[in-house]
């Protein structure tokens, strides 16, 4: 994505600015990642894994590593020039595993506690479907943790439907 999107916030606040990532977010960035693995954990101890002391440097690096790629996207959400928010996406083959064709995959959106329901989220994913839409997508596909009923009503309202359920069973860790 080369271009930067101005939104309006619907809710009459500050417009959010949806521009590329760049190597100088990286700080940020893996600050939000390490803040939506906390998230997840909260919800689900036993199924999503804790952020521990260098998830924020690791996840950083891994996004920072992401940028420039072709079929990639890491969007940074700004309102009064601050950073509130990510999404990374990508654009992918083939997956037998998750029986589906070629996809645009939205695997990380995230705002901060503060920034939410104030567009920010919205404005991101309007940005990736758009971008991954330009870039040959024609369906796109995302997961969002099952008590995360705010994100899939965004994502509903975007147009997603639900298509999967995962399941998890928990076993009793064996010894020896």
Same mark, same amino acid.
């Given at each position: 994505?080369?271009?930067?999107?101005?939104?309006?916030?619907?809710?009459?606040? /500050?417009? =959010?600015?949806?521009? @590329?990532?760049?190597?100088?977010? %990286?700080? #940020?960035? $893996?600050?939000?990642?390490?803040? +939506?693995?906390?998230?997840?954990?909260?919800?689900?101890?036993?199924?999503?894994?804790?952020?521990?002391?260098?998830?924020?440097?690791?996840?950083?690096?891994?996004?920072?590593?992401?940028?420039?790629?072709?079929?990639?996207?890491?969007?940074? /959400?700004? =309102?009064?020039?601050? @950073?509130?928010?990510?999404?990374? %996406?990508? #654009?992918? $083959?083939?997956?037998?595993?998750? +029986?589906?064709?070629?996809?645009?995959?939205?695997?990380?959106?995230?705002?901060?506690?503060?920034?939410?329901?104030?567009?920010?989220?919205?404005?991101?994913?309007?940005?990736?479907?758009?971008?991954?839409?330009?870039?040959?997508?024609?369906?796109?596909?995302?997961?969002?943790?099952?008590?995360?009923?705010?994100?899939?009503?965004?994502?509903?309202?975007?147009?997603?439907?639900?298509?999967?359920?995962?399941?998890?069973?928990?076993?009793?860790?064996?010894?020896?």
């Amino acid at each position: 994505m080369g271009e930067t999107i101005i939104r309006p916030n619907p809710q009459g606040g /500050a417009a =959010v600015r949806v521009r @590329p990532a760049t190597d100088a977010d %990286a700080e #940020i960035l $893996g600050a939000f990642g390490a803040q +939506l693995m906390a998230l997840h954990h909260d919800w689900d101890g036993s199924r999503f894994i804790a952020a521990g002391e260098k998830t924020p440097s690791m996840y950083a690096a891994y996004l920072n590593d992401q940028l420039g790629k072709p079929d990639v996207l890491v969007l940074v /959400a700004e =309102v009064f020039g601050s @950073p509130v928010g990510y999404v990374y %996406a990508g #654009i992918e $083959g083939p997956d037998y595993m998750a +029986l589906r064709g070629p996809a645009g995959v939205i695997h990380d959106i995230f705002v901060e506690t503060g920034s939410r329901r104030k567009g920010a989220g919205r404005a991101l994913l309007l940005a990736a479907v758009e971008e991954l839409q330009r870039g040959g997508a024609t369906q796109i596909v995302l997961s969002t943790a099952q008590v995360n009923a705010v994100g899939q009503r965004l994502f509903a309202a975007a147009g997603f439907r639900p298509t999967m359920v995962e399941m998890t069973l928990q076993l009793p860790h064996r010894r020896g």
